[in-house]
């Protein structure tokens, strides 16, 4: 197993504690924690001088550069041509309602729209909204023997009728990862436009944006150590042809045609060094691409990573009244595990692991639809622990003892 545990040194907020317990941060499906440098250089930008840009003085001529060096790293951890299909925004909620409203200006009623059971609001509210124009929604099933999705069903209802399909990289709730390839080669069939949210995903693998040849994918650097920002990638035709709305004086051309009012130049900043994160965890030397440095990066994180999610998952399993939801913790699924406990309220394991520094989410997680499917609303959802860089063997083992004492109780 390879280690990462040096890693941990450079996050402040693993100096946290409660009471007498180490905070433990399994919660990092809902945002990771900041390193250092990511801290550093949001810091540092503020320190520079905060300045607007397009400006003809220092200050504004190093948040144009800087805005730049962004796209660019954004670029090459998304794997796209040119750091001109790299826009950034308030989050990507935001800036999926702004892209799905593009969209529908070429769009006619009874055009259809497909999404899914399983993904995130943020991508199944902003194509569903779309039907006070007259489209018409349509959403994959989701098998819950395992929590994938019935991609029979898609092939079967996709058709010349389908402009759009929305689907998640990974979901955010159980990690299950889903043949995106497979989607985009339907939507491909039939002149589809594909949007790919993968915000959970990009925490955990790495995106290859031309390989995949999506049309437009969505991502939030907060989840993998970076700022509360959003990103979209576009891809160059399907970006120059998109009818975005827009503030008169701004420019045609993307990705600026997307970048409505005064971007967070700060937490920008901070996405480089999101990325540059990513690419140390490979531990190669500057000799390497950034591209190739994260790649080994993302190599390293699952190396890492996947040995502790086998010792949660499968010491989960054998707690009697534990339920674990999705695919096997080697199957084709991010570290993040959602699981529940017979007669005990999903916030109230969130509240007693809580009590002893273990940090875990509780509820839906805006996955809405699919903790309907599993009819475990009135539970309260589930319980989702998922990993980084930065837990380890002790954390994953409080977690399992903090499980086994509420389920004995």
Known sequence: MIDLSSCRSQFPALNVKVGKYNAAYLE???????????????????????????????????TDQMLLDARAA????????????????ANMTTMNFALSRALARDL?????????????????????????????????PVRTNDCTLDYDWLQKEINSRTKIIAVGYASNAVGTVNDVELVIKLAKQVGAITVIDAVHYAAHGAIDVQALDCDFLLCSPYKFFGAHIGVLYGKKDAFE??????????????????????????????????????ASLGNLSDDHSLRERVLAGYDALERYERPLFERMVESLKEIPGVTIYGLPWDGKRTTTVAFTIDGVHASEVGKRLGEVGVFVMV???YATRLIEVLDLVEEGGVIRAGLAPYNTMEEVERLLEGVREIAQR
């Not at 503030?247 to 920008?268: A, D, H, M, W």
């Open 74 to 89: 954004m670029a090459t951890l998304l794997g796209a041509s040119s750091p001109d299909e790299i826009a950034f925004g």
């Open 363 to 365: 509820g839906d997680f």
């Open 241 to 278: 042809a998109l009818r975005t709305y827009k503030v008169r004086p701004q420019s045609t051309t993307p990705p600026s045609k997307f970048e409505t009012g005064t971007q967070n130049l700060e937490g920008i900043a901070g996405s480089i060094q999101a990325v540059e994160f990513i």
């Open 28 to 62: 990092g499906a809902g945002g990771t924690q900041f390193p250092q440098r990511v801290i550093d250089a949001m810091v540092g930008y503020i320190h520079q001088g905060n300045a607007n840009i397009h400006g003809h003085y220092l200050t504004s001529q190093l």
């Open 108 to 140: 006619q009623p009874g055009d259809e729209v497909i999404i899914t059971d399983m993904d995130h609001e943020a991508n199944r509210s902003p194509w569903v909204e779309l039907q006070e124009k007259g489209l018409v929604v349509k959403s994959i």
